[in-house]
T-cell receptor
Framework: GAVVSQHPSRVICKSGTSVKIECRSLDFQATTMFWYRQFPKQSLMLMATSNEGSKATYEQGVEKDKFLINHASLTLSTLTVTSAHPEDSSFYIC?????????????FGPGTRLTVT | SQKIEQNSEALNIQEGKTATLTCNYTNYSPAYLQWYRQDPGRGPVFLLLIRENEKEKRKERLKVTFDTTLKQSLFHITASQPADSATYLCALGSNYQLIWGAGTKLIIKP
C-alpha cells in the first residue's frame, strides 16, 4: 500500500513553455502533499507544501507565480512550471502524507526529470 | 541553523561485509529520524524510522541506532550485497516536516 505515482517521468520542453507534473496517491487519500526539487548529489529541497482545497505554502525563495501548485482532490496535486528556463531543469519529486499512523509518513513518487532546452 | 551531515564521499564495501553509514545533525531536536534509499533517477524509498526515545531499530539486514546526546544516527547493512548499492538519505522529522541530508553513496563490490 501507500503508492504514489508521478507523470510524466521525463519531459523535455522548450524555453518559455509551461509544463505540468502530476502527483497521485493511488491507494490512500492525502490532504497534504509535498513538492521537492533535487540537484545532482544534493539533498531534497522542499519547494512547497500542497494542501487539498487551499493555497499551497511555499518555502522561502520559491516563486509561487513560477511554480503553480494545485491540489484539487485528495489524490491529486499538480505542479506547473510556467515559462520554463534552462535553469529550471532538475529532478522534481512529490510526496504524499499518510496520516493514518503516528508519526505521519511521507511516501514519495518516482520523480520527474525536467529538461528545458 | 539546522544542519545535517552525511559523508559526501562514496563508501566502498566488499560484498558480505557490514556497511555503516553516519548521519550527524546540529541545532535540532527531532522527534524521529528516517532512513531512505534512493536509486539514480528515482524518488526516495522509505526504509526505517526510529523515534527519539528509541536506541535501536532492526529490519531484516538493516539496523539503525539513534543517539540524541551525540546527535548521531548510524545505519548498518549486514551481509551486504551488490544490490544494496544506492544512495542512502537520512531525514530528521518533527510532526510531518522532514529535513534532509545530502545522502551517502554506497557501493558494494562483488
Amino acid at each position: 500500500g501507500a503508492v504514489v505515482s508521478q507523470h510524466p517521468s521525463r519531459v523535455i520542453c522548450k524555453s518559455g513553455t509551461s509544463v505540468k507534473i502530476e502527483c497521485r496517491s493511488l491507494d490512500f487519500q492525502a490532504t497534504t502533499m509535498f513538492w521537492y526539487r533535487q540537484f545532482p548529489k544534493q539533498s531534497l529541497m522542499l519547494m512547497a507544501t500542497s494542501n487539498e482545497g487551499s493555497k499551497a505554502t511555499y518555502e522561502q525563495g520559491v516563486e509561487k507565480d513560477k511554480f503553480l501548485i494545485n491540489h484539487a482532490s485528495l489524490t491529486l496535486s499538480t505542479l506547473t512550471v510556467t515559462s520554463a528556463h534552462p535553469e529550471d531543469s532538475s529532478f522534481y519529486i512529490c510526496s504524499a502524507l499518510l496520516t493514518s499512523g503516528a508519526p505521519y509518513e511521507q511516501y514519495f513518487g518516482p520523480g520527474t526529470r525536467l529538461t528545458v532546452t | 541553523s539546522q544542519k545535517i551531515e552525511q559523508n559526501s564521499e562514496a563508501l566502498n564495501i566488499q560484498e558480505g561485509k557490514t556497511a555503516t553509514l553516519t548521519c550527524n545533525y546540529t541545532n535540532y531536536s527531532p522527534a524521529y529520524l528516517q532512513w531512505y534509499r534512493q536509486d539514480p533517477g528515482r524518488g526516495p524509498v522509505f526504509l526505517l524510522l526510529i523515534r527519539e526515545n528509541e536506541k535501536e531499530k532492526r529490519k531484516e539486514r538493516l539496523k539503525v541506532t539513534f543517539d540524541t546526546t551525540l546527535k548521531q544516527s548510524l545505519f548498518h547493512i549486514t551481509a551486504s550485497q551488490p544490490a544494496d548499492s544506492a544512495t542512502y538519505l537520512c531525514a530528521l522529522g518533527s510532526n510531518y516536516q522532514l529535513i534532509w541530508g545530502a545522502g551517502t553513496k554506497l557501493i558494494i563490490k562483488p
